[in-house]
C-alpha cells in the first residue's frame, strides 16, 4: 500500500518535520558553541606570540660575555630585524652596553614581565622589564644587579616577530 498526501493526517506529517527541524537546531546550537575562535580568543593568542618573541629576543640580546661573542652574532641575529640588526652586526653587544666588548663584561638579561602597548597585524610595541645582571672582571665576580624597562619594538617579518628596536622608558 502506497501512502499518498490525501490520507496522510497532519500529526504524521509534523512528527518527521519537527524532528528534522529540532535536529538542525541542535547541530547549529552545537557548531556555534564549538566553532570558531572568538575575535578576542585570537587577539589573545596574538597578543601572546609577539610577548614570547619579545621576550627571547631581549633576554638573548642582553646576554653575552667574552666567551660568548661569536655564538651569540649567530644566535641573536636571526631574533633581530632592521637598524638594531644593522647595529648588531657592526657593534655586537655594544648595542646594549657600550664597551662591553673591550671591558670584557658579562652580561645577563632576565626579562621579568612584558605588556603590549599597541599591535597590529605586523607591528607591535612591547614594555619589557628586565633583570640585568652585570659582571666586570675588574671590579671582582660579584655580580650587579640593575632592573631595566626598555620598549622593545617589534616587526613581523615572514611570519615571525623580531626585534627592531629596544629604547629606554623615560628620560636618560
Given at each position: 500500500?502506497?501512502?499518498?498526501?490525501?490520507?496522510?493526517?497532519?500529526?504524521a506529517v509534523?512528527?518527521?518535520?519537527?524532528?528534522?527541524?529540532?535536529?538542525?537546531?541542535?547541530?547549529?546550537?552545537?557548531?556555534?558553541?564549538?566553532g570558531p575562535?572568538?575575535?578576542?580568543?585570537?587577539?589573545?593568542?596574538?597578543?601572546?606570540?609577539?610577548?614570547?618573541?619579545?621576550?627571547?629576543?631581549?633576554?638573548?640580546?642582553?646576554?653575552?660575555?667574552?666567551?660568548?661573542?661569536?655564538?651569540?652574532?649567530?644566535?641573536?641575529?636571526?631574533?633581530?630585524?632592521?637598524r638594531l640588526?644593522?647595529?648588531?652586526?657592526?657593534?655586537?653587544?655594544?648595542?646594549?652596553?657600550?664597551?662591553?666588548?673591550?671591558?670584557?663584561?658579562?652580561?645577563?638579561?632576565?626579562?621579568?614581565?612584558?605588556?603590549?602597548?599597541?599591535?597590529?597585524?605586523?607591528?607591535?610595541?612591547?614594555?619589557?622589564?628586565?633583570?640585568?645582571?652585570?659582571?666586570?672582571?675588574?671590579?671582582?665576580?660579584?655580580?650587579?644587579?640593575?632592573?631595566?624597562?626598555?620598549?622593545?619594538?617589534?616587526?613581523?617579518?615572514?611570519?615571525?616577530?623580531?626585534?627592531?628596536?629596544?629604547?629606554?622608558?623615560?628620560?636618560?
Open positions: 500500500m502506497s501512502a499518498t498526501w490525501g490520507n496522510l493526517t497532519r500529526p509534523a512528527g518527521p518535520i519537527l524532528t528534522a527541524v529540532l535536529v538542525m537546531l541542535i547541530a547549529v546550537a552545537v557548531a556555534g558553541f564549538l575562535a572568538t575575535p578576542g580568543r585570537a587577539d589573545e593568542d596574538a597578543r601572546r606570540q609577539v610577548q614570547l618573541a619579545t621576550t627571547d629576543a631581549v633576554g638573548s640580546l642582553m646576554t653575552f660575555g667574552p666567551d660568548s661573542l661569536t655564538a651569540q652574532q649567530r644566535t641573536v641575529g636571526t631574533k633581530l630585524t632592521g640588526l644593522l647595529e648588531f652586526r657592526s657593534q655586537g653587544p655594544g648595542v646594549v652596553l657600550p664597551t662591553a666588548v673591550e671591558s670584557k663584561v658579562v652580561m645577563t638579561g632576565r626579562v621579568l614581565a612584558t605588556a603590549v602597548n599597541r599591535m597590529d597585524e605586523d607591528s607591535a610595541r612591547v614594555l619589557v622589564f628586565v633583570n640585568q645582571s652585570i659582571v666586570l672582571p675588574a671590579a671582582g665576580e660579584e655580580p650587579e644587579v640593575v632592573a631595566v624597562t626598555r620598549w622593545a619594538d617589534m616587526r613581523k617579518v615572514n611570519g615571525n616577530w623580531l626585534l627592531a628596536g629596544l629604547q629606554q622608558v623615560g628620560p636618560g
